[in-house]
């Protein structure tokens, strides 16, 4: 095996260019980034650790790797409403990881930061005997209190969320072969939906922009786990339709041939849509790409679901629970 670059070498070749559209990055050959606060603007910071066969597989491409390090940390600036503004990137490679995926990894990673129009502000690079992981922190601005927090679900308002959701935990499935589709576009496009998630930045930005009250977070836990942060920041309960959840084609046929993939939908986690609670009226400015799939009651932490056969189910983190003819 070649030998690979020190650290400081591979910052230098391979970050550093990524970093030089920022003048607050100093071009990585400082401590830290300089940068100023837009006047008018509240910031917004987050930080998200993933780690190799436990946040992605440490077999999977470089590429989709360094797009889901980035998107992931996207996507709770947009559950806030945010307008991301740069980025700052901690890696420890692990020592007998070629620089070749190293290489692929930073190219990557430099063209998806130009295509979200993010900058690459500084951060740490190490090598480590044990698995390869990265913590990115992500910064973002909003106009003053318009941020989207969880506590803001009230008795009356409906439960909505972007685009489909179980894609991604079906897709883990399929690579893992838990889950055998003879389609091949199907299989494709679940995959793709684990490896490359995409964050709903322009439904964030604007429900932020409507000046109302809206409840909001990322789903990157699974629908039923998450939907009971909500719930508990909230201080209310939900009733959900099964029947309105949003399915891609793939994950409709992943159902069709066994029900028990709705499981996987439900619970599975990595969907990375948004969750959004509300008035109606304000809930179906967002547009075409919002689903409502059930309204928010006065019944603290209890969550149901009336499943396909107009029973009620509770919904646990895990999914189904029981059901009951209540």
Same mark, same amino acid.
């Given at each position: 095996?070649?030998?690979?670059?020190?650290?400081?070498?591979?910052?230098?070749?391979?970050?550093?260019?990524?970093?030089?559209?920022?003048?607050?990055?100093?071009?990585?050959?400082?401590?830290?980034?300089?940068?100023?606060?837009?006047?008018?603007?509240?910031?917004?910071?987050?930080?998200?650790?993933?780690?190799?066969?436990?946040?992605?597989?440490?077999?999977?491409?470089?590429?989709?790797?360094?797009?889901?390090?980035?998107?992931?940390? %996207?996507?709770?600036?947009?559950?806030?409403?945010?307008?991301?503004v740069g980025v700052v990137l901690a890696a420890g490679y692990n020592?007998?990881?070629?620089?070749?995926?190293?290489?692929?990894?930073?190219?990557?990673?430099?063209?998806?930061?130009?295509?979200?129009?993010?900058?690459?502000? &500084?951060?740490?690079?190490?090598?480590?005997?044990?698995?390869?992981?990265?913590?990115?922190?992500?910064?973002?601005?909003?106009?003053?209190?318009?941020?989207?927090?969880?506590?803001?679900?009230?008795?009356?308002?409906?439960?909505?969320?972007?685009?489909?959701?179980?894609?991604?935990?079906?897709?883990?499935?399929?690579?893992?072969?838990?889950?055998?589709?003879?389609?091949?576009?199907?299989?494709?496009?679940?995959?793709?939906?684990?490896?490359?998630?995409?964050?709903?930045?322009?439904?964030?930005?604007?429900?932020?922009?409507?000046?109302?009250?809206?409840?909001?977070?990322?789903?990157?836990?699974?629908?039923?786990?998450?939907?009971?942060?909500?719930?508990?920041?909230?201080?209310?309960?939900?009733?959900?339709?099964?029947?309105?959840?949003?399915?891609?084609?793939?994950?409709?046929?992943?159902?069709?041939?066994?029900?028990?993939?709705?499981?996987?939908?439900?619970?599975?986690?990595?969907?990375?849509?948004? %969750?959004?609670?509300?008035?109606?009226?304000?809930?179906?400015?967002?547009?075409?790409?919002?689903?409502?799939?059930?309204?928010?009651?006065?019944?603290?932490?209890?969550?149901?679901?009336?499943?396909?056969?107009?029973?009620?189910?509770?919904?646990?983190?895990? &999914?189904?629970?029981?059901?009951?003819?209540?």
């Open positions: 095996m070649a030998k690979r670059s020190g650290e400081f070498e591979l910052i230098a070749r391979y970050f550093t260019p990524i970093a030089s559209r920022s003048a607050a990055s100093l071009g990585l050959t400082d401590d830290a980034a300089i940068f100023s606060q837009t006047p008018g603007t509240d910031n917004v910071v987050t930080c998200d650790a993933l780690v190799a066969d436990v946040h992605f597989r440490a077999e999977d491409d470089p590429v989709t790797v360094a797009r889901k390090v980035l998107r992931v940390n %996207l996507s709770d600036l947009a559950a806030m409403g945010a307008r991301p020592r007998d990881l070629p620089e070749e995926w190293i290489v692929a990894f930073a190219r990557a990673f430099g063209e998806d930061c130009l295509y979200w129009q993010v900058d690459l502000l &500084g951060g740490d690079t190490v090598s480590t005997p044990g698995p390869t992981f990265f913590s990115l922190t992500a910064l973002g601005e909003i106009a003053p209190g318009r941020a989207l927090k969880r506590d803001q679900a009230r008795p009356g308002d409906v439960v909505a969320v972007t685009g489909t959701l179980g894609d991604s935990a079906l897709g883990l499935a399929v690579l893992q072969n838990r889950l055998d589709l003879k389609n091949i576009s199907h299989r494709a496009f679940l995959t793709d939906r684990y490896w490359v998630p995409q964050p709903r930045l322009d439904i964030g930005m604007k429900a932020a922009a409507l000046e109302t009250r809206l409840a909001a977070m990322d789903i990157s836990d699974g629908l039923a786990g998450d939907i009971r942060k909500i719930a508990g920041a909230s201080g209310v309960g939900m009733i959900l339709q099964q029947s309105r959840i949003p399915l891609s084609d793939s994950a409709r046929a992943a159902v069709l041939q066994d029900s028990g993939n709705w499981q996987s939908i439900l619970a599975g986690g990595d969907d990375y849509e948004l %969750l959004l609670c509300g008035p109606a009226a304000q809930i179906a400015r967002l547009g075409a790409d919002v689903t409502v799939i059930g309204t928010v009651t006065d019944r603290v932490d209890t969550i149901l679901m009336q499943d396909l056969n107009g029973k009620m189910a509770e919904l646990t983190k895990g &999914g189904f629970d029981h059901f009951s003819n209540t």
